[in-house]
């Protein structure tokens, strides 16, 4: 996502050229879209940092547009224009999320100081682009590495999130990074100068969990030899993350309700109880939702700790991140490893990781990349290191042919979705000529229409 990229929706071919020129000699860089279905495409391109859309469009209205927008990532600013503009759009607009309302009808010269004036307010609400006393976007989120579009949406909602004090839930597969993304909201958040601790509630023993979070009196128990103040109080004026929060034991989480609503704490042994400033972040790779329909974990507790939830990818969802962290996790090793000679993979054993089944996500990828790395005798890393180190994983690995098959369908599957079954958006979306792109479907068995038709099932079930 770029700080001065302007995404501009219109149907009137004229004003959009109008409002492009306009903006650009202002030092923005202006994408152009005359329909919101062209608009998701570049969207899913661009990742611009703000939406200006017109309301009513052939096809897809503005309205469409900004709820297909905030379904992928709700932090997006969008700026709806109209000439039929009432108040009645104007209110029920911002009711639903819409950033500003702008009447288009004024003068080129007026509409286009407005809209310069209602975009800098909307880059001013997300602190990635803020001058002064924020971060850089590099320093807070350095730890996580990606060039996805699905993970810069997590980070562009996590980024906002942490200028607050609201509790944040995050959900994902094991292996994914979610500590990292609790220590960068931590480090985009005024708490980034105060402690970070970070607790794994399934790997300490039922018995000493509530000592550990909460503390201990000396003599309490037996091996307290000394007072003990606990995480929750280490953690004041900074943030706790309470890593697979769904094992923690029934009667602590009673105890973990009363702390995050009276913001107090009281050790093991002690009658006194003592005022904390937490932030607490809190995360599992399990299915909360049944935990809590089969009674394991509070409904009430989950509902304190779930003010905002933010839901980390898979690595199978982030693909092109990939090559990204193969190469920078080897850098890392050889960095550490000097005596070895290391640099890179072959073009077939990187081919070779894209079309994987990560289901360890990237904790599995950086040990592939390590036993890679130590059993290497060569500069370049083969792609018989890669399928050895793959095949010594529990997960099952296709074979190459059937791998790249299944992910080629699938990636044709998620263009046809996202595009609806144009095919020259698709076709142009994934950088091939329409003939090309035909070919690849028939080789599928796949039939654009489909796609088309089930646009149409769904207007008439909302219509219904």
């Known amino acids: 996502m770029s700080e001065n990229t302007v995404l501009i929706v219109d149907d009137d071919e004229d004003l959009l050229n109008l409002l492009s020129f306009r903006l650009e000699t202002e030092n923005y860089n202006v994408i152009n879209a005359k329909s919101g279905e062209e608009a998701l495409v570049q969207f899913s391109l661009h990742r611009p940092a703000v939406i200006v859309t017109d309301l009513r469009m052939d096809g897809m209205g503005g309205m469409g547009l900004f709820n297909e927008i905030h379904n992928i990532n709700p932090t997006i600013p969008i700026i709806m224009m109209t000439a039929h503009g009432t108040i009645a759009n104007a209110v029920e607009a911002t009711k639903?999320?819409?950033?500003?309302?702008?009447?288009?009808?004024?003068?080129?010269?007026?509409?286009?100081?407005?809209?310069?004036?209602?975009?800098?307010?909307?880059?001013?609400?997300?602190?990635?682009?803020?001058?002064?006393?924020?971060?850089?976007?590099?320093?807070?989120?350095?730890?996580?590495?990606?060039?996805?579009d699905v993970m810069e949406d997590v980070l562009s909602q996590a980024a906002m999130l942490a200028q607050g004090d609201t509790s944040v839930f995050i959900r994902g597969p094991s292996g994914t990074g979610k500590e990292l993304l609790a220590q960068a909201i931590h480090q985009a958040s005024p708490r980034r100068d105060n402690a970070f601790i970070a607790v794994n509630c399934a790997a300490i023993p039922e018995h000493l969990l509530e000592s550990e979070?909460?503390?201990?009196?000396?003599?309490?128990?037996?091996?307290?030899?000394?007072?003990?103040?606990?995480?929750?109080?280490?953690?004041?004026?900074?943030?706790?993350?309470?890593?697979?929060i769904g094992d923690m034991p029934s009667s602590l989480?009673?105890?973990?309700?009363?702390?995050?609503?009276?913001?107090?704490?009281?050790?093991v042994g002690s009658v006194k109880t003592t005022s904390i400033d937490v932030r607490v972040i809190s995360a599992t790779h399990s299915d909360i939702d049944k935990e809590m329909e089969v009674g394991n974990f509070r409904e009430d507790l989950y509902y304190r700790l779930n003010v905002a939830g933010l839901e980390i990818p898979s690595l199978n969802d982030r693909r092109q991140d990939i090559p990204l962290l193969?190469?920078?996790?080897?850098?890392?090793?050889?960095?550490?490893?000097?005596?070895?000679?290391?640099?890179?993979?072959?073009?077939?054993?990187?081919?070779?990781?894209?079309?994987?089944?990560?289901?360890?996500n990237v904790r599995q990828l950086k040990n592939v990349v390590e036993q890679c790395f130590v059993l290497s005798t060569s500069k370049v890393i083969p792609a018989r290191l890669v399928m050895k180190a793959l095949r010594d994983k529990p997960s099952e690995i296709l074979p190459l042919t059937e791998a790249k098959r299944s992910f080629e369908r699938n990636y044709l599957l998620k263009l046809l979705h996202l595009t609806n079954g144009n095919v020259t958006q698709a076709a142009r979306l994934a950088n091939r000529n329409r003939t090309e792109f035909y070919k690849l479907l028939h080789r599928h068995h796949l039939e654009p229409a489909q796609f088309k038709a089930l646009k149409s099932q769904k207007f008439a079930q909302v219509a219904e």
């Open 213 to 244: 979070l909460f503390g201990h009196t000396k003599g309490s128990f037996t091996g307290a030899n000394s007072n003990y103040e606990g995480l929750f109080k280490a953690a004041d004026k900074g943030t706790i993350f309470l890593d697979e």
């Open 253 to 267: 989480q009673v105890k973990l309700l009363r702390v995050l609503q009276e913001q107090q704490v009281r050790a």
């Open 96 to 148: 639903q999320g819409v950033f500003s309302f702008v009447d288009k009808t004024v003068s080129g010269g007026t509409l286009g100081k407005t809209l310069k004036e209602h975009i800098e307010k909307a880059l001013k609400i997300n602190p990635e682009f803020r001058k002064g006393n924020q971060p850089s976007s590099k320093e807070w989120r350095s730890n996580i590495i990606t060039c996805s």
């Open 326 to 360: 193969a190469k920078h996790f080897l850098s890392g090793l050889a960095a550490t490893n000097k005596h070895k000679k290391v640099s890179s993979f072959s073009p077939e054993a990187m081919e070779l990781m894209m079309v994987a089944d990560w289901q360890g």
